[in-house]
């Protein structure tokens, strides 16, 4: 690695968990203003759709899906898009946007979980440890709300745990069954049409219709942002990858954690009680743990993820024909 390098990669790591937790504040942004929740995520939808359309097109990379890879495309587009995007859309009238982002960042400490109740990795102590503290984090989290009343926000913090547990599935799908003839960018872009496509019906018969206003609104200018920083993230997430494989990518939820707190008390004031830090802390001790494991035992976690060969005369295959 050349000189400096290090701190570049940092750099664009800083960019990337930055970004993770401003979309949370997005989203409260545009449930506060009264936005169907539907309508916000078909709108964020379409524009991902047009934004990563446009770069396959650039690339010369439209392709004609085959039923694998819609199959695929589905079950990632639900668990990556939509259930966990509606899930903070709903909660985030109820809850703060720090609140929103120490929930999701549980994701990491869930997927842990996830492969080792399917005994797919080893057990070692510092999963364990990292299961731990990330449960202890939960119940600081869920104890505080634990009350059935009407008023409380227990089923609010509930509902919210429905992104982590689909994140934290999502990247073990992804990972575990990627088609190995489609390069990144048609991954992305095929997720972001099929999840496009599935809301549609929805957004149609449910949701409030949501209008341009000229005078660019708040909640409007928080649309547009959710789709930017969407966009940006996913490209960066990738170029790290691609550059470093997933050793500093790990450390994102760190990054994200601190970031959609700090984002809450910029943008709206916020406050949190003792219990809230001390998730927050137990949280970072886990985070901690599972990045540190994943250089430790993963053999191919340095392994840059190659994106599949074409011959130098055959350009990918179109969609027409």
Same mark, same amino acid.
């Given at each position: 690695?050349?000189?400096?390098?290090?701190?570049?990669?940092?750099?664009?790591?800083?960019?990337?968990?930055?970004?993770?937790?401003?979309?949370?504040?997005?989203?409260?942004?545009?449930?506060?203003?009264?936005?169907?929740?539907?309508?916000?995520?078909?709108?964020?939808?379409?524009?991902?759709?047009?934004?990563?359309?446009?770069?396959?097109?650039?690339?010369?990379?439209?392709?004609?899906?085959?039923?694998?890879?819609?199959?695929?495309?589905?079950?990632?587009?639900?668990?990556?898009?939509?259930?966990?995007?509606?899930?903070?859309?709903?909660?985030?009238?109820?809850?703060?946007?720090?609140?929103?982002?120490?929930?999701?960042?549980?994701?990491?400490?869930?997927?842990?979980?996830?492969?080792?109740?399917?005994?797919? /990795?080893?057990?070692?102590?510092?999963?364990?440890?990292?299961?731990?503290?990330?449960?202890?984090?939960?119940?600081?989290?869920?104890?505080? /709300?634990?009350?059935?009343?009407?008023?409380?926000?227990?089923?609010?913090?509930?509902?919210?745990?429905?992104?982590?547990?689909?994140?934290? +599935?999502?990247?073990?799908? +992804?990972?575990?069954?990627?088609?190995?003839?489609?390069?990144?960018?048609?991954?992305?872009?095929?997720?972001?049409?099929?999840?496009?496509?599935?809301?549609?019906?929805?957004?149609?018969?449910?949701?409030?219709?949501?209008?341009?206003?000229?005078?660019?609104?708040?909640?409007?200018?928080?649309?547009?942002?959710? +789709?930017?920083?969407?966009?940006?993230?996913?490209?960066?997430?990738?170029?790290?990858?691609?550059?470093?494989?997933?050793?500093?990518?790990?450390?994102?939820?760190?990054?994200?954690?601190?970031?959609?707190?700090?984002?809450?008390?910029?943008?709206?004031?916020?406050?949190?009680?003792?219990?809230?830090?001390?998730?927050?802390?137990?949280?970072?001790?886990?985070?901690?743990?599972?990045?540190?494991?994943?250089?430790?035992?993963?053999?191919?976690?340095?392994?840059?993820?190659?994106?599949?060969?074409?011959?130098?005369?055959?350009?990918?295959?179109?969609?027409?024909?």
């Amino acid at each position: 690695m050349k000189p400096g390098a290090g701190l570049y990669y940092f750099g664009v790591l800083l960019t990337l968990g930055t970004a993770w937790g401003f979309q949370f504040s997005m989203l409260k942004v545009t449930s506060n203003a009264g936005y169907s929740e539907i309508g916000v995520l078909f709108i964020s939808l379409v524009g991902l759709t047009l934004l990563y359309g446009s770069c396959l097109l650039y690339r010369k990379q439209l392709f004609r899906p085959k039923a694998g890879h819609l199959v695929y495309f589905t079950i990632g587009s639900l668990l990556g898009y939509v259930f966990p995007v509606l899930a903070v859309l709903y909660a985030a009238h109820h809850l703060s946007a720090g609140f929103i982002t120490l929930i999701a960042s549980l994701t990491p400490v869930i997927t842990v979980c996830v492969v080792l109740l399917l005994k797919t /990795e080893i057990v070692t102590p510092l999963r364990i440890w990292a299961i731990a503290f990330g449960m202890a984090a939960s119940l600081f989290v869920i104890l505080p /709300e634990a009350s059935f009343d009407p008023d409380s926000r227990f089923l609010w913090v509930m509902v919210m745990f429905a992104a982590p547990l689909c994140y934290g +599935i999502d990247s073990i799908y +992804i990972h575990r069954y990627w088609p190995a003839d489609l390069s990144t960018l048609q991954v992305i872009a095929g997720e972001a049409l099929v999840a496009c496509i599935l809301v549609m019906p929805l957004f149609l018969l449910f949701s409030d219709p949501i209008a341009y206003d000229p005078g660019w609104p708040r909640g409007q200018w928080a649309i547009l942002l959710l +789709i930017l920083c969407g966009a940006l993230e996913v490209m960066l997430f990738f170029y790290l990858v691609n550059k470093t494989g997933a050793v500093l990518v790990s450390f994102a939820s760190i990054i994200t954690l601190f970031s959609g707190i700090a984002w809450g008390i910029l943008l709206f004031a916020e406050t949190h009680p003792a219990t809230t830090w001390a998730a927050v802390g137990l949280l970072a001790i886990a985070l901690c743990l599972v990045a540190r494991d994943s250089v430790n035992h993963d053999p191919e976690i340095n392994r840059v993820r190659r994106e599949p060969d074409r011959p130098a005369d055959q350009s990918p295959t179109t969609l027409n024909g």
